[in-house]
């Protein structure tokens, strides 16, 4: 007899796999062996997992049509099968997907929209906090600052993109307009939800940069020069007070001390 582990793994297969027969042992009603209220029951779990990543993916679906994400959203669901009862953590994987699915390759673009709306789904369901207040930083003194490190939202995400994909997102959203865009311009993107609603943010050139060196723990001054590294114009003052203005800082520390709103 099938362990129950075995029996659960062969279910899963044929559930995902028409092309596998029934597994052994289930009956209908009657005590008897139903292929056709089983084959009903696969198509409905394949239903329902391909309409939880059109929910997660609007705008990649609004740009590659219904018919077109439906039957990639069929394959992704072939190789990569929900590993946790929690669906919101389902299609985590599919941005990743995308770019080897031969089909999509006409939309260079698709997988950076994708994984905008996966950070923005990361984002909805991190953590809360609270922005610091910023009159908190007057007590902190000019030769302070570069060893100062930033405390940032635990829902803040940074993304880089060769093609203009935060654009392309926000016209394809709920209310977006689409339009001619160059392919050339790419773009980085801070998302973040300070409060109730998710921000994306366009960040200048050296931003992601210093983000993700604040991320890592490090001080202002480094961050500051993994910044100029990327781009030699970059203005601490300016992306600092933009940090703020978006909600991404929840607190800071000074050596031992460590302030928070």
């Not at 993304?159 to 016209?171: C, D, E, G, H, K």
């Not at 210093?210 to 480094?222: E, M, T």
């Amino acid at each position: 007899m099938q362990q129950l582990a075995e029996r659960q793994r062969d279910f899963a297969a044929a559930l995902l796999d028409p092309g596998l027969p029934m597994p052994d042992g289930l009956v209908g009603p009657d005590g008897e062996p139903d292929p056709k209220r089983f084959a009903v029951y696969r198509n409905n779990v394949v239903v329902s997992l391909i309409e939880a990543l059109v929910d997660a993916f609007p705008a990649v679906h609004r740009i590659a049509g219904a018919d077109f994400f439906r039957a990639m959203a069929r394959a992704y669901i072939m190789v990569q099968p929900p590993r946790s009862p929690i669906m919101l953590d389902y299609g985590a994987g599919l941005p990743e997907f995308i770019r080897s699915f031969e089909p999509a390759a006409g939309l260079p673009y698709l997988e950076d929209v994708a994984r905008i709306e996966r950070a923005w789904a990361e984002a909805y369901h991190a953590p809360e906090a609270s922005p610091i207040d910023p009159s908190a930083f007057s007590e902190v003194a000019p030769d302070q600052l570069p060893a100062m490190q930033l405390e940032l939202h635990p829902s803040h995400r940074v993304l880089r993109s060769q093609f203009p994909a935060v654009t392309i997102w926000q016209m394809n959203i709920a209310g977006g307009v689409p339009a001619p865009v160059d392919l050339a311009a790419g773009e980085d993107a801070l998302i973040v939800r300070p409060a109730a609603d998710v921000e994306v943010r366009l960040i200048p050139k050296g931003s992601l940069e210093f983000i993700r060196a604040l991320s890592d723990g490090k001080p202002v001054l480094a961050a500051l020069e993994a910044a100029l590294t990327a781009n030699s114009r970059f203005d601490l003052t300016a992306n600092l007070c933009d940090l703020l203005r978006a909600g991404a800082v929840v607190g800071f520390s000074l050596g031992r001390e460590a302030t928070r709103s």
